[in-house]
């Protein structure tokens, strides 16, 4: 039809329409696990690439608490959980925070786990109950949002969240496959920020078995996700501490 098109036009207007390549944004590939680093364009830039960085900050000033859009699963299970602290891994500028600060109580704390650039720039944010540190600090619930996928060792960091002892696990938001966990890379489109990404899709079996000392309370779906060749789709996970 396009070749019509294009023929009609070319005869009529003396131009036709140039092709508009697909599927040139998302999720590629099945990596090696060796292969994370060269999979991470630094040219491009990236999450803590100053550019980036700015935006991600002027995006969350930009928005009241109101306009962020809640996880409700995020809000159910700390509303079952009733943590005194969340600690909350790879929170950027604590949207999650404030997305449902005011269904917490005032005793609850919440601490964002991020690198040292948006710790030191999340001062900005902070407040009596918002605080920011770049060492996975010890609570009693750990919140992951859209942030496991992007480690590149995500199972060593789930270990380590073990030994943490946290009483409440919620991997909010997690890319998952049906099939062995596989690395990826996503290519961000520029109308949002310029960027190429590693990325795991997790077989779920693999995250409930990385967590020996936890038990599952619930799982979920948020929206399915391209991936060639693949059934994926991001979701999440909650556990309990046994």
């Known amino acids: 039809m396009l070749q019509k098109i294009n023929t009609f036009l070319k005869k009529t207007l003396g131009f036709g329409i140039s092709r508009i390549p697909r599927d040139q944004y998302g999720y590629f590939g099945d990596y090696k696990k060796e292969l994370y680093d060269s999979l991470l364009d630094e040219t491009r830039g990236g999450y803590n690439f100053p550019a980036t960085l700015q935006k991600l900050k002027q995006d969350n000033k930009e928005r009241k608490d109101t306009d962020i859009v809640i996880s409700f699963p995020l809000l159910a299970s700390v509303l079952y959980a009733k943590p005194e602290m969340i600690v909350d891994l790879g929170g950027a500028f604590g949207a999650s925070y404030r997305s449902i600060k005011r269904f917490l109580p005032q005793s609850t704390s919440w601490t964002v786990v991020e690198q040292k650039v948006f710790v030191e720039e999340g001062k900005a944010f902070a407040d009596e109950r918002l605080s920011f540190n770049t060492e996975l600090v010890q609570g009693d619930f750990l919140l992951v949002s859209t942030a496991l996928q992007y480690l590149k060792d995500p199972f060593a960091k789930l270990q380590e969240a073990s030994n943490k002892g946290f009483r409440h696990i919620l991997l909010d938001r997690t890319t998952m496959v049906e099939g062995p966990t596989r690395l990826t890379q996503q290519k961000v489109n520029p109308k949002s920020y310029d960027a ?21 309370l619930y799982r979920y779906d948020v929206h399915p996700v391209t991936l060639k060749g693949a059934s994926a789709r991001l979701g999440g996970v909650f556990f309990e501490r046994v």
């Open 196 to 216: 190429h990404y590693p990325v795991w899709f997790f077989n779920e079996s693999e995250l409930i078995a990385a967590l020996p000392s936890y038990r599952l």
